[in-house]
């Protein structure tokens, strides 16, 4: 049993995992992400999501790119959904897993300071910003915005 990995300390449950990288044989290497998990499955596996603001220079505005990521999620560890965690890069653990959860951050309630709604049939997001703004009819102030595929 390991009891550091990259600075993190090993969880103080244990397990019998050998994907896991504090009580298996799995190496991490030092590239680290953070995400919010936004799906989990019974195989201990996670999707993890981020979102970088992108300048668009033809328009002058920014747009929010979204990252999605497949990681292993070790028993000992066990996120669940709406989590921030830390994310480390290892060999291949099957066809779409090539990272391990090894720390879990907190709970994310919002992103960036924007609320983001994404509704994927429509291809738009809508961003609530927070400055609690209404417009002059009353509403909220919601600002629908066409996601860009570069």
Known sequence: MKTQVLGVDAPTQTCTDKKCPFHGELDVKKELFTGVIIKKDINHSATIEWFVS????????????????????????????????????????????????????????????????VNEAAG??????????????????VKAKHKTNK
């Open 54 to 117: 992108h300048y668009v220079q033809k328009y002058e505005r920014y747009a929010l790119k979204r990252s999605r990521l497949r990681v292993h999620n070790p028993a000992c560890i066990n996120a669940d959904i709406g989590y921030e965690v830390l994310v480390a890069k290892t060999r291949p653990l099957s066809k779409t897993k090539h990272h391990v959860i090894l720390k879990v951050l907190g709970k994310k309630e919002k992103i960036t300071g924007t609320e983001v709604k």
């Open 124 to 141: 738009r997001y809508a961003v609530k910003e927070e400055d609690g703004e209404e417009g002059s009819d009353g509403k909220s102030n």
